[in-house]
């Protein structure tokens, strides 16, 4: 399925969900999330992560409802789930895609402005230099017998500084090989929307909207 | 000094540098996250561990406002943010991106309210004020917080308004003002 497509549908359905309550909905987006995982064959790990952490928030929403609320165990089922669907549907979304072919997407099928789409790749893929940037400040902060932590000033000032840096010169280097903020371009690798792209997204909507008032009318 | 609306290449890359920075420290911050909310389970208050940390959650969206100056930056700033945790593979997948995006608005709405004109300590306190009011009430509807009693709601309100206030406000400022005495960037009102 064409990347924003998948993406915009993913965004759709938790927006949608976030304002029903009808459990068994959740729990078949969850399931349907879930298989879609699967296809992408996500190491052992991983899937015990995708299980498990999301239990966290889940049971802390619906534990606080029954003991904080008088909504009753139903909400509090609705609440467990939604939290399912929403990281099984939304990481079948991240799961199955990679960055670049999203942001090409971006690019040619809903043509935001191509400075942005590679001006967001080109820092994205800094991204292990800025990992270990942090880990460099915080030892040079550590060597002068200064600990930085995520509430001091600090990190934050020296990781903006380095980025200053960086920003410039990743501008010029793209500048420098031919990039043009304007100018129309070529595509190496073309992404398009084929008619099964539209009639997923069309036909997954109108279904959740057919089950929604289904188990709303019950 | 006019600051233009445009968005030129360097400002995009370094939007997203700070994004990634930042994302980076999002994805940090998910285990104390988890574990804190393990921690208030069992009494019920659960949730109030995403209220504890919201402050941390949405600061680059005030930060980015303040320190691009154009309209929409906070709220590409924060949508970056949720946009780069969410591949390095934060734990709400692709729903991450509504709350970046929800959170961006809200801190954006802050230097709405002041034309854009007015990057101090009061169009910061406003930023405030309108993430914690806009994000609690998208938590009212998404994470049923809307069926608490009044009391938790009132507590769960005050914790999330110190929070963003501490980070968001108070360590914000913080940063801007060791950028402003670089003189690298202009980052004083205009």
Redesign the interface.
């Known amino acids: 399925m064409n990347p924003s497509f998948k ?1 915009l549908l ?2 759709l359905i ?2 949608e969900i ?2 029903t309550s009808t459990w068994i909905v959740n729990l078949a987006l969850a399931v349907i999330g879930l298989l879609l995982i699967l296809t992408s064959r996500p190491t052992f790990k991983r899937l015990i ?1 995708l299980f498990f ?2 239990l ?2 889940a ?3 619906a ?9 009753g165990v139903h ?1 509090a089922l ?2 467990f789930t ?1 939290i399912y669907a ?10 199955t895609t990679t ?1 670049s072919d999203l942001v090409m997407s971006l690019e040619q099928n809903t043509h935001i402005p191509s ?2 789409a ?3 790749l ?3 893929n ?2 292990p230099k ?2 270990s940037e ?1 880990n460099i400040i915080r030892a040079a902060g550590n060597m002068r017998g200064q600990a930085l932590h ?2 001091s ?2 990190l ?2 020296k ?6 840096d ?3 010169n ?2 010029e280097a ?2 420098s090989h031919g ?1 043009s ?1 304007e100018a129309p371009r070529t595509y190496f690798k073309q992404i398009r929307v084929r008619w099964w792209d539209w009639l997923v997204l069309l036909g997954s909507l109108v279904l959740l909207q057919v089950a929604l008032f289904g188990f709303h009318l019950q | 000094m006019k600051y233009s609306n445009a ?8 939007l ?3 994004a ?2 930042f994302g ?2 999002y994805w ?2 998910g285990p104390v996250y ?1 574990l804190l ?2 921690a ?8 109030a ?2 209220d504890i940390l919201m402050g ?1 959650w949405v600061m680059a969206g005030p ?1 980015s406002g303040y ?1 691009f100056k154009k309209v929409g930056s906070a709220t590409l700033g924060e949508f ?1 943010g949720s946009v ?1 945790e ?3 593979g934060g ?8 709350s970046g995006i929800v959170q961006g608005i809200a801190s954006e709405l802050g230097f709405t309210f002041t034309g854009y004109k007015r990057y101090d300590w009061f169009s910061l306190n406003l930023s405030v004020l309108t993430t914690t009011i806009v994000t609690f009430g998208w938590d009212m ?4 917080y809307a ?3 009044i009391g ?1 709601l009132i507590a769960l309100f005050v914790i999330r308004l110190i929070s963003t206030w ?2 968001a406000g108070v ?1 914000t400022k ?2 801007v ?3 402003d005495r ?1 003189h ?2 202009q980052t004083q009102a205009r």
């Open positions: 993406f993913a965004v938790a927006l976030s304002f992560l952490v999301p966290i928030p049971s802390a929403l534990v606080a409802i029954l003991l904080q609320s008088n909504a909400f609705v609440l939604r929403y990281v099984f549907v939304g990481s079948a979304a991240t799961l960055v400075k942005f590679y001006g967001f080109g820092a994205f800094l991204l800025i990992v942090v995520v509430w000033p600090q934050y000032f990781a903006i500084l380095a980025s200053l960086w920003s410039e990743l501008a793209m500048t990039f903020e | 968005w030129h290449l360097r400002d995009i890359i370094l997203t540098l700070i990634i920075f980076v420290i940090i911050v988890n909310t393990v208030l389970t069992p009494v019920g208050l659960g949730p561990a995403n941390i930060l320190i970056l780069v969410m591949f390095l734990q709400w997948g692709a729903s991450t991106m509504i509807i998404r994470n049923g069926k608490y009693n938790l501490i980070f360590l913080a940063i003002k060791l950028l670089t690298l960037m």
